[in-house]
């Protein structure tokens, strides 16, 4: 099946333009996760999904990072006024819940959104 | 954020030999998972680890849960050219914020054939 699809795959982007980057997760997954994932780093926990409802956004690094999933499926990820310090890779993520209704362990990852920020 | 500390960076190792890295945390982890990353697309789950001291593998894969639960080790045997990647531990609390996990850096893995 599909897996979890995020565009666009590149994004090269002037200072203080605002960029809107997309994720489409497994059909069926209800968790829905984004990070950020520095070059020579590990990926950074930004927010959480639990249908619609964004239920941490705790790794957003300020105001100008926002995210949304109003139909509990597609999620956007938006960054008003970019800065040079938001070049990264930005990944989404989604899961299953388990038995108990908690987020499944495994998360499945997209391909990801490269962002420059000139 | 927090991150892990895994090690080693990188590793250039020889088609044929083993290798070993491992993770560590100054806080006690429920989950460790093991996920590789190859170039151009996101971090697979290759294993998960739920109880402190447990050994699983997966094929030529074995991981280790820590006693302390503050770490856990990968060992890949026999490593073949298509083990090049980047390999991150990741681990997960249980409580609340369950669906989050805290990566390590990486461990770049090149395989010369």
């Known amino acids: 099946g599909a897996g979890v699809s995020q565009s666009p795959r590149y994004k090269v982007t002037k200072r203080g333009q605002d960029v809107a980057l997309r994720c489409d997760p497994i059909s069926g997954h209800v968790s829905l996760y984004w990070y950020r994932q520095a070059l020579g780093q590990g990926p950074e926990f930004l927010t959480y999904?639990?249908?619609?409802?964004?239920?941490?956004k705790s790794g957003l690094p300020n105001d100008r990072f926002s995210a949304e999933r109003p139909e509990g499926s597609i999620s956007t990820l938006t960054i008003q006024r970019t800065e040079q310090r938001d070049s990264a890779m930005y990944r989404c993520a989604s899961s299953l819940t388990d038995a108990s209704g908690y987020p499944h362990y495994e998360q499945y990852f997209g391909p990801g959104t490269r962002l420059t920020v000139t | 954020g927090q991150q892990l500390n895994q090690s080693p960076q990188s590793m250039f190792i020889q088609e044929g030999e083993d290798v070993s890295m491992n993770c560590t945390s100054s806080?006690?982890?429920?989950?460790w998972l093991w996920y590789k990353q190859d170039p151009g697309e996101g971090p697979v789950l290759l294993i998960a680890?739920?109880?402190?001291?447990e050994l699983t593998s997966n094929g030529r894969l074995t991981a280790q849960f820590g006693i302390t639960r503050k770490d856990s080790f990968l060992n890949i045997s026999a490593s073949i050219p298509s083990d090049v990647g980047i390999y991150f531990c990741?681990?997960?609390?249980?409580?609340?914020?369950?669906?989050?996990?805290?990566f390590g850096k990486g461990t770049l893995l090149t395989v010369n054939p």
């Open positions: 999904f639990n249908y619609e409802a964004q239920q941490d």
């Open positions: 990741a681990g997960r609390r249980s409580g609340g914020s369950n669906y989050k996990l805290t």
């Open positions: 806080s006690i982890f429920n989950t």
């Open positions: 680890l739920y109880k402190a001291g």
